[in-house]
């Protein structure tokens, strides 16, 4: 077969110089020696990451459709091909580039090779129109497949485009991918009419009483004479935004036959608890129906509500001041619940499915950790535990069934405020590992739970109530009042949901500690009438500190060294005292923490 040579044009960049392709019909059939290199034009008009000899990108001698050559791709873990066409189009609309490929077997791995296509109209610097072209087994196949890719309207009378063909190894199976030989490419001008998605398949995962977070599938055009008319099918919406407008069927208008890459937003909202299947079709004049599989679990949800602490008159009550690795397995504080879910990045929307029911001394993995006198930490990755490791029936387990909603989500404390008039919650967070990322504890409120559902209701306070993960062994000691509306109600749910802010790699591991409520009017001494060994405030936020009864005390820091001594008290002056963690002792032995 005879092979047309590429036209060349110059393009200047500011790093380096690379040719166009700038007349069509042009082909291409790799039969020029490759030069080889890192991110090298390694032949006219076509650029590469790592072209070698024998590996990686290389001249094919052996396998192609056309003597002498093809371009052949071994993807490995750590390398994916990215090989690009430059094309100037500035005269050129409706322009698709067709070619056979097939894989041949490469090691004794079980992995496909697998092929994206993409395109630049700004130099490499963003890229659209990706679409799946093909997924090969990891063997000899005798024959070539004819492949094509359609390049998204956007790119029509641009100059400086570019199409990247993206060669990876398939997630699925293990070892080795197949090679990829690719042979005989054509860029051409395409009149057909023609429908372009990103994606064909997408899962989602719904709990009762709340659509499924949406996914986005990325639609184009060319050529068409009518317009796009998406449907999805019972259990499944879309829209043209991500938080509202979601129906059943949308249409999209072409201008001069073309519809520019859109974003159609897909999420799951069946009504009862199961799994259900569907599709997105695409249907317009002239091209065979263009379909996306949608499929997805409602998740019935478990979650606890904690029985409500009732909030008396003058109260100071402590939740969390300590939670033991020990702990058993399903146990929580008096009052208090903690929440999982199933995403390794939740944001403050993310919904919740369980309570934790795994042991609280785990090493790794995704999980609530009890911290001793730091509290209850939370840290997540991106692997739920295995069933054993979580209930300690087998703590080696490293293979087999995992927990579904094994990730740390939030600490809840229920509250009956029905005799409280004004009301304040103290709480501690600290950072235990900064790790990488950056996550938050946001604290959250709802009136009443519900009708069960933890995933409904919920309000931001005034002002935005949460802690940043830090350094190493922080902290930070909060005091937040109650809104109005959280006063004289029968339940009243308070949050802390540990949630993704921003970054990659390792997530940070983070606790909440010290958690108690208190009536505000326990910052006047007069009214201060319990007869329990108590102050406040805790944290210090001042320069003293008031005692409910009066006392003798001892003040002591970490160290056991005495720092005050004071009689029959029941306001002492700490201003002297440094910022850290002391224990107050009364005449009866009743030890107290303060924090300052």
Known sequence: MKKILFSIVLLFTANSIFAQISSFPAAEGFDATFTEGTDVAFIPNWSANTVAATNRIFRDEVDFNSAPSAMSVIPTSAFTADVRVALNLSAYQSVGISFLAKSMLNGAGTRDVVLNMQTSIDGGITWIGNQNIASLPNENQTAFTSFSYILPSEANNQSNVLVRFLVSRSTAGVASAAKLVIDDVVIAVDTTPAVLIDQNAFVFSQVVGLPSPSQVINVSGINLIGDLNITASTDFEISLSP????????????????????????????????????????ATPSVVNTVATLSGENFGVTVTNPIPYTVLNLDNHTFLSQWDAATTAGSFPDNMVFWTHNTPNPDLNTPYIEDWNCLYNLTNRARFVGEGDNGIGFINTGNSQFTGVCDGTDPTQNTGDLIGNGKAGAVVLSLDTSLGNSLGIRWTARTILKN??????????????????????????PTTQEYISGEDNTFEDKITNLPADCLGQPLVQIRWVYYYISGTGARPKMALDEVSVYDLLLGNPEFNTNTDFGFYPNPVNGNSIYFNVPADVVVSDATGKQVISAKNVTQLDVTNLLSGIYFIKNQDGKVLKMIK
Do not use: C
């Open 243 to 282: 938080i509202s407008g979601y129906t059943n069927s949308l249409v999209v208008t072409p201008i001069a036959g073309a519809v520019a890459t859109t974003g159609i937003f897909v999420r799951m909202n069946k009504p009862t608890v199961g799994t259900s299947t569907g599709t997105l079709t695409i």
């Open 436 to 461: 990488v990322r950056v996550y938050g504890l946001r604290m959250q409120y709802r009136v009443g739970d519900s009708n069960g559902n933890p995933n409904a209701g919920w309000s931001e306070f």
